[in-house]
C-alpha cells in the first residue's frame, strides 16, 4: 500500500465526453504526476503538479488538463474522449527534496478508461 | 527508437533461478528507476539509482552510467516474483519520467 488512492477504478465512456479522474497523494505530498499506460505499453509522461502549478507537460493535447487543490489531491480532465484514450490512467505522488533526482514516486492503483 | 529499451520482452523461469532484466537508455539522465507491475495495474517503486549499485532483500540493482544501461537481478526468484518490471528514467534538468516497455517475468513452481 503506498497511501495513494485514485477513483474510481474503472469508467466506461464514449467518444466525444468528457471525464475526470481523481488523485489522493500520499500525506505530505506536495508533487503529482500523471500517466496514461495503453495495454502492453509503458506508462507515458502526461504532466506534473507542484504546489498547485503544472511543472512540466509530455506531448498530449490540451484537452488532457489537470489540477492540483491545496490538499494536494489531483484530478486528470480530458475532453472530447477519443477511442485511443482507452488506457489505464496512473497518478505518482513524490516529495522531491532540493535536487529532482532523489524524489521516489508513490503510484496509485490507477484507473482504467474505456472509450466506446 | 525509444528512448529507454528493455530486454528481454519476455521472460520465463523455474523457482530458484538468477534473473536479470536489462535497461538500456540513450539520453543524459538524473535518476533511474526500477518499478514492478502486477496484475490490475498497481505500480511499486523498487529502486532509484543515480550511480552503483542497491540492493533490497533478493533484489539487486546496478547502473554504469558512461554506458547507459542498468540491469536488474533477482536471486532465487519465486513465483510471487511474477510481474512486469518497467525501467523508468529522468531526463537531466526534466520532471518527466521515460518509461521502457517493461519486461513481463512469470517464475513457475
Known amino acids: 500500500e503506498t497511501g495513494v488512492t485514485q477513483s474510481p477504478t474503472h469508467l466506461i465512456k464514449t467518444r466525444g465526453q468528457q471525464v475526470t479522474l481523481r488523485c489522493s497523494s500520499q500525506s505530505g505530498h506536495n508533487t503529482v504526476s500523471w500517466y496514461q499506460q495503453a495495454l502492453g505499453q509503458g506508462p507515458q509522461f502526461i504532466f506534473q503538479y507542484y504546489r498547485e502549478e503544472e511543472n512540466g507537460r509530455g506531448n498530449f493535447p490540451p484537452r488532457f488538463s489537470g489540477l492540483q487543490f491545496p490538499n494536494y489531491s489531483s484530478e486528470l480532465n480530458v475532453n472530447a474522449l477519443e477511442l485511443d484514450d482507452s488506457a489505464l490512467y496512473l497518478c505518482a505522488s513524490s516529495l522531491p527534496s532540493l535536487h529532482t533526482s532523489t524524489d521516489t514516486q508513490y503510484f496509485g492503483p490507477g484507473t482504467r478508461l474505456t472509450v466506446l | 527508437k525509444n528512448e529507454v529499451e528493455q530486454s528481454p520482452q519476455n521472460l520465463t523461469a523455474q523457482e530458484g533461478e538468477f534473473i536479470t532484466i536489462n535497461c538500456s537508455y540513450s539520453v543524459g539522465i538524473s535518476a533511474l528507476h526500477w518499478l514492478q507491475q502486477h496484475p490490475g495495474g498497481g505500480i511499486v517503486s523498487l529502486f532509484m539509482?543515480?550511480?552503483g549499485k542497491k540492493k533490497h532483500g533478493r533484489l539487486i540493482a546496478t547502473i554504469n552510467i558512461q554506458e547507459k544501461h542498468s540491469s536488474l537481478h533477482i536471486t532465487a526468484s519465486h513465483p510471487r516474483d511474477s510481474a512486469v518490471y518497467i525501467c523508468a528514467v529522468r531526463k537531466g534538468g526534466s520532471e518527466k519520467l521515460v518509461f521502457g516497455k517493461g519486461t513481463k517475468l512469470t517464475v513457475n513452481p
Open positions: 539509482l543515480s550511480s
